[in-house]
């Protein structure tokens, strides 16, 4: 079901990336000063089902401002990278954004790469129903540690799809560093577009990361809950309330728990004290001016060929090819 002589239908790759050991990572992070646990583990089934909620928010402005812009330039993105090309997509997210793509893009292969085998494959078969002439070659990997991609078609010219501003949870010298391992996939002369949400005033970046009914600090807790759930823990979640900010000096929101008194929380054989006002933090979510991303991405050995906005300036999508000599300048914000 690959290759030139058949076309249609889902090929499904399993690299059986390793489970995240959730609790040794989980215990490390609140072992440390100041506590953390990493944003990677909201997305147990309800978390997921709490973000695709903060998508439909009217203070959460990226997702439907991101589509707005692939619906506008959809076509232009196809004139630049090219029709029939394989389509790369990390982190099989949004479906009616990978949608917006595949109609103006009309690759040869697409090839989502998520971590969740369940999720990957769900949504490679509701895509294979509305594309069924489209090859999938559906790839279950930890796109965020070195994989290689089942590619067997050498002559197809090569993209890569990171939307969404998922760019925003790393660090900018780890962001630097993931975009150069996106380089050697799509190989020198590979495009990618990626979602990279825009610099702004600080009342609307904090109202984006605390909405009016509350889902996103429920997203927050969530992670409590499932700790409770996954590790045996004793998490109680009325003693923790949800804090979000700007911090503009680092460019990024950030999210906390915040412990609401003096208390002890058991995490199977283990306890960690928490004092009154205490936080864990959760989340970082970095925020790009455009010249800025472009010299981030300069770093890692691409150069900017053209970005797309919204009206309003609110969220970027940006066309970059890989050069085939990347240069070795240091990223520092
Ligand atoms: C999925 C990382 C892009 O940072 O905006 C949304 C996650 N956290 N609301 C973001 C998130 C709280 C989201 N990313």
Redesign the pocket.
Known sequence: MHGKDHSGGIRFHDYHPEPADMRAEVVRGLSEMPKRIP?KF?YDQHGSRL?DA?TQLPE?Y?TRTEIGILKDHGEEMAERVGRGALLVELGSGSSLKIRLLLEALSPSVYMPVDISKAHLLESAERLARVFPDLEIQAVCADYTSPFELPIDDESLDRTAFFP???V??FQPSEAQEFLRRIGLVIGPGGRLLIGV?LLKDTGTLEA??NDAQGV?AE?NLNLLRRLNRELDADFDLDAFRHHAFFDRERGR?E?HLISVRDQQVRIADRVFGFDLGESIHT?C?YKYGIDEFQSLAAGAGYLAEHVWTDDDGLFSVHCLRNSARPTMTLFQR
């Open positions: 944003p909201f973000f903060i959460y990226p969404g501003s998922s925003g949870n949400d984006a990361y996103t997203f929101i999210m989340e979510s």
